[in-house]
């Protein structure tokens, strides 16, 4: 497996900030980096905490803090709009609400877009993998084209390998659909494999009608639980863009907290589990990926 579809960073010296607005980790070992987000009672993002706040077990037990960063830094970004004829009805309302979500987003962050029915089709022009222009990213959206079935498993591992290219320590998806598929090539147990070596953030917005015989917000669900972020089922369509400008902001508010695993177990399933406390403070609730499988990266120079 690549390195960079895993959980892990192959770093090279030191954590250090190189310009405003951005953090870069370089270091010698392999972390675990976890993009978590912190809110309080009435789901407020809490974005002042420190280090001392968090509690970080893997498997139970816990572990110690080597990077920590509570700012707003770019990170790579995929936009994985359902082109499927289902969604047609939607395609406006959906299409205005990711405009609002690239216009809300870090403008240091690079994104690209991903439509899909029954293929998945690139919306940047062919060679161009990544953007920071809103003009062009507004055009992207508009390059699919309504029409056949769902292939959101294939979708889901594009969007991973794609934004594994990107040169952001962050990574997320915003995937918007009904959560059906019935046209992917990959199974849903093979693309929940890949979302758990991933170290990206999935967000997920559910976009369907009561009588939709498409809808499938169990999928939604579990690919936001399991890699950290979170599932919206908006009301109606026009709820969209004020869902989508809540991803942009929940997205720039998160912190990065990362630590050294064992290095036992190869292959092996681990449980995460972030805690978070603070004077004066109660009711304050951690979320982050639940889990990861560890699989040791060789050395890059070795064969």
């Not at 905490?49 to 970004?77: C, S, Y």
């Not at 630590?259 to 589990?273: E, K, V």
Request: charged residues 20%; aromatic residues 8%; hydrophobic residues 40%.
């Amino acid at each position: 497996m690549a390195g960079a579809a895993s959980c892990f960073f192959r770093l090279r010296a030191r954590a250090c900030q190189q310009e405003p607005q951005e953090f870069v980790i370089h270091s010698d070992v392999r972390l675990v980096l976890l993009d978590v987000s912190v809110k309080d009672r009435h789901g407020g993002f809490v974005s002042n905490l420190a280090q001392d706040n968090f509690t970080v077990l893997e498997n139970g037990e816990p572990q110690r803090i080597t990077v920590f960063a509570n700012e707003d830094i770019p990170v790579t970004v995929g936009i994985l709009v359902d082109e499927s004829r289902s969604m047609l009805a939607k395609r406006n309302d959906v299409i205005a609400a990711a405009g609002a979500f690239i216009q809300t987003s870090n403008p240091q962050d690079e994104i690209f877009v991903l439509n899909f029915n029954d293929s998945v089709q690139r919306g940047l022009p062919d060679q161009q993998l990544f953007s920071d222009n809103a003009q062009q990213l507004r055009a992207a959206l508009y390059r699919g084209v309504p029409s056949g079935r769902t292939a959101l498993n294939d979708a889901i591992v594009e969007g991973l390998r794609q934004l594994a290219s990107g040169s952001r320590g962050k990574k997320a998806l915003v995937v918007i659909s009904d959560g059906g598929d019935n046209a992917s090539r990959h199974t849903g147990a093979q693309m929940f494999a890949l979302v758990e070596r991933s170290i990206a953030t999935v967000y997920t917005i559910g976009l369907f009608d009561a009588d939709d015989p498409d809808r499938n917000p169990g999928i939604l669900k579990r690919l936001a639980n399991w890699s950290g972020g979170e599932a919206w089922f908006p009301k109606s369509p026009a709820d969209m863009t004020t869902v989508c400008q809540g991803v942009a902001g929940e997205i720039r508010t998160r912190y990065t907290i990362g630590y050294l695993p064992a290095l036992d177990n190869h292959g092996s399933l681990r449980h995460i589990q972030v805690r978070v406390s603070a004077p004066g403070r109660s009711f304050l609730i951690a979320r982050t990926r639940t889990r990861y499988r560890y699989e040791e990266i060789a050395n890059p120079g070795s064969k």
